[in-house]
């Protein structure tokens, strides 16, 4: 009968100001860091000459978008950005899918591994670059000696521009790699093992079970971490700074969208291109993003 009582209670001010008071904290963080910044890039990217000093521009229009798109930093950062995302997301997805399926089965030290593959989660991404630093050094880094023992001549890969978005690639992979793991092996303990049991009583060999059961069950998951994987790996830039001194490559030449940005912002105090560059970025984030939804939409087999 109460519960009927409670149904019915009408709304009234007491019962809608309550939870907003509850909510409120969380509303005004979220308006004022959220969503304030995000309409705040838009409305500047459309100002232009504007200053941030004086918060004068000349007019309204699309000056700052035609400026960038002109600009041969730009391009350079989206071709740049685009290559990185296009090997990292893949590679890393497919080497923590192996990954995770060997941590997922009953393997010796299965705890170390466990420990060794999350390491980086709670290393510092400075001190990490440092370390991958040291290791690309041309004359002393453990790559080359590690190429050498092949026959591979020494590759100079800090200081040569045609190899510097290879050794970024090489350590944006293995940065993506512990947070994808995570997440693909919680996807895989989530799997019912009964799927396996009736699989191997029919005589199924290991890799049928993988790419008939595992993989469509795992489908959800893999869009998951390739989404999430991409919105970051488009946002590269902390990684840059230990590589090669807080500089774009060691000719200027590995310019990213979020170091172009970064640039225009705090170097130049080009705040209308600055917002340009970011709204551009956002516009392919969120086109990619809605086509692999519907890519992972019309996957599902199950």
Do not use: C
Not at 18 to 24: A, H, R, V
Not at 142 to 163: C, D, E, K, M, T
Not at 253 to 268: A, H
């Amino acid at each position: 009968m109460s519960k009927r009582r409670l149904d019915r209670e009408p709304i009234t001010a007491r019962t809608f100001l309550e939870p907003l008071g509850f909510l409120l904290p969380f509303l005004v963080g979220l308006a004022v860091f959220t969503v304030y910044p995000f309409v705040n890039v838009f409305v500047i990217s459309l100002k232009e000459n504007y200053s941030f000093m004086t918060g004068s521009f000349s007019g309204w229009g699309l000056g700052n978008f035609v400026k960038i798109f002109s600009d041969p930093n730009f391009l350079n950062a989206l071709r740049n950005t685009w290559l990185y995302v296009l090997f990292v997301v893949p590679i890393a997805t497919v080497l923590s899918l192996l990954m995770a399926t060997l941590l997922n089965g009953n393997i010796r030290l299965k705890g170390l591994f466990q420990t060794a593959y999350f390491m980086p989660m709670v290393t510092s991404i400075t001190a990490v670059g440092l370390v991958w630093k040291w290791m690309f050094n041309f004359d002393y880094g453990l790559i080359n000696y590690f190429l050498s023992r092949f026959g591979v001549q020494a590759i100079n890969w800090l200081n040569n521009p045609r190899y510097n978005l290879a050794a970024l690639i090489i350590y944006g992979i293995w940065s993506m790699l512990p947070f994808t793991i995570i997440l693909l092996l919680a996807g895989l303990q989530n799997i019912n093992p009964q799927y396996y049991t009736a699989a191997r009583v029919d005589g199924a060999k290991p890799w049928r079970i993988f790419f008939r059961i595992t993989l469509p069950l795992l489908s959800p998951t893999i869009g998951l971490t390739m989404i999430v994987n991409m919105i970051s790996a488009s946002k590269v830039f902390g990684e840059l700074f230990p590589l090669f001194n807080g500089n774009p490559g060691s000719a200027y030449s590995l310019y990213t969208i979020v170091y172009y940005l970064y640039d225009k912002f705090y170097k130049q105090w080009q705040l209308g291109h600055a917002a340009a560059s970011a709204v551009v970025l956002f516009l392919i984030v969120l086109l990619f993003t809605i086509i692999q939804l519907v890519i992972q939409r019309k996957w599902r087999n199950y």
